[in-house]
């Protein structure tokens, strides 16, 4: 049966939305505006993370291998070639993709730990072979990207707001994404193979193959957020690109909120960043090893007493809420 | 050319010795208590400030604070395993994964709270010292440090081979169910063997102390290191992680010598990338005695 009238999740969504993309028009200063841009960047580059880690489980500590793959590969093709970034993005992206198909064939080949452990070296390999080639992608100095003032066509902007709405659109998209994994085939062939690959692989599931597909679209995406990043600071540099700081904020994100789920990876951006964002200003300036040790303890809560995540903790209290009510019938066949 | 190969060697050998104190450690855990532990590298990060802090007020030598470090975090192991680990035991991977990642986390970030980023280093009287063997310079710092860790890994091969207790590690390693059907209380078994891996960690620490600065990122060199020798050593595998650890500090300090001073974690990296297309299940098959 279907249903007639906006349920009330799309109700929740359009909500949501509104806020989102009104909430910058509210607030001035570019400070609070820049904690927007990274919250959603963070969510981003979690849902990227969360298609692959969280419903096939194959655990990557080494997103920043993609993200600096498309950071690269859209400044090379600005600064060498003229390319604008918003073909260089999508070049970045498919980049990312190819080079996700090689690396998955050898990471592939270790389950579980060894498996993160081989990502993280193929992110590292990937890190000092950029730092060695200074012919070719400035070595370790980096560079800066061009400022061109305001040149919406070179993605480059005089108004934060325009990187806000930008990132917006490409979490809007990584939601879609999983939206419609999570309903295909794939999206239950990936929670098979996440919950016991053999036993995928005994009815029929080539977990070979879906691991290659889900990591090649993951690769993708977390290769937009690197062409996005560069061209939001202006400048590129081996560390940044390809800092071990990013493959674990993705996976701390999507884990903190909720592995596996569509949310996760906004909710516990969410939660992470506010803390974060609370802290400093408590403390003032800012405290070299702060913020990763309040994460590490959240990240160690949430394992030990939560490890389905926090979405859970937020949709159980809303239920709690709502449960005086009566559940329509129509209400739960949406659901 | 023969005495840059040889120095090469050398200098690797020795680095090699102190890459296996880790590494043994890792595959003791993940044999015993089957959980790869991310944060081995802090602990040899946390046994070289006990060793820094030692020798600056009180004057200890930091090879006598191996009798510190050892014991202390041994004790922390035995926490760890009690109050962390345990609880995550039969869980999935996501759980296993990340506790001890959180953790190595937690303490590289704690350690930059309390100690900031500055390098610590301890003046010994033999750091500047060095032996000449024909043309091959031997630092008498780095060769104690070898000599101590071989001794120390031998003395946990006759432990895992001739006590009891030991012999219940390997049981354990091989199949839980079946060691606890003989009756043997496998908490104790993993405490020990967690604590036996951290105390190897911070003898690891106190030998670097006299001639490798502390800092609280110390320890991602040298647990990635590890990492690769356990995978080139097959999983588990004691003896498997002690002759890979060597071989990737030769295969280092080649790199360094003939491919270029930047180039010593690629050569270790391109060797794990190699393992893994080739042989996956490492260079020393399943379990050996």
Redesign the interface.
Known sequence: MKAKRPSPRWLWLGALAAIAVVLPLLVSSAFTIDIFIRVLLFSFIGIAWNLMGGYAKQLSLGHAAYFGLGAYTSTILLIRFGVSPWTGILAGGVVAALASLPIGALCFRLRGPYFAIATIATAHVLMLLFLKFRDFAWGAEGTTIPNLGNAPLMMQFDSKLAYYYIVLVLLAIGLAITYRIERSWMGYYLVAVGEDEDAAEAIGVNALRIKRNIYMISAFLTALAGTFYVQYIYFIDPNTAFSFNVSVEAALVSIVGGIGTLWGPVVGTVLLEASSALLQSWLGSSHGGVQLTIYSLILIAVILWRPSGLLGVLTDVYARIVQARPVKKEALLDG | MIETLAQAVVNGLLIGGIYALVSIGVTLI?GVVK??NFAQGEFVMIGMYISFFLATYFGIDPLLSLFISMPVLFVVGVLIQHF?IR??LG?????????T???S??L??????LF??NYRTVETSYSETAIHLGAVYVPVAKLIAFVVAMALSGTLWVFLHSTDLGKAMRAAAQNRDVTMLMGINPDRVFAVAVGVALALAGAAGSLLMPFYPAY?MVGQVFV?MA??AV?LGT?GNVTGALIASLMMGVAESLGIQFV?A??G??VV??M??LT??LR?SGLFGGWTR
Do not use: E, H, K
């Not at chain 2, 869980?91 to 506790?99: A, E, R, S, T, V």
């Not at chain 2, 590289?108 to 709270?113: P, Q």
């Open positions: 993940f959980i790869v962390l609880r995550v869980l999935g991977d996501m759980p296993q994964i990340f506790l990642f959180a953790l986390l937690l590289v970030n704690v350690a930059l709270l900031t980023a609280p990635l990492f690769v995978v999983l270029g930047d180039s974690l690629i990296f391109l794990l990338l893994l297309a996956p």
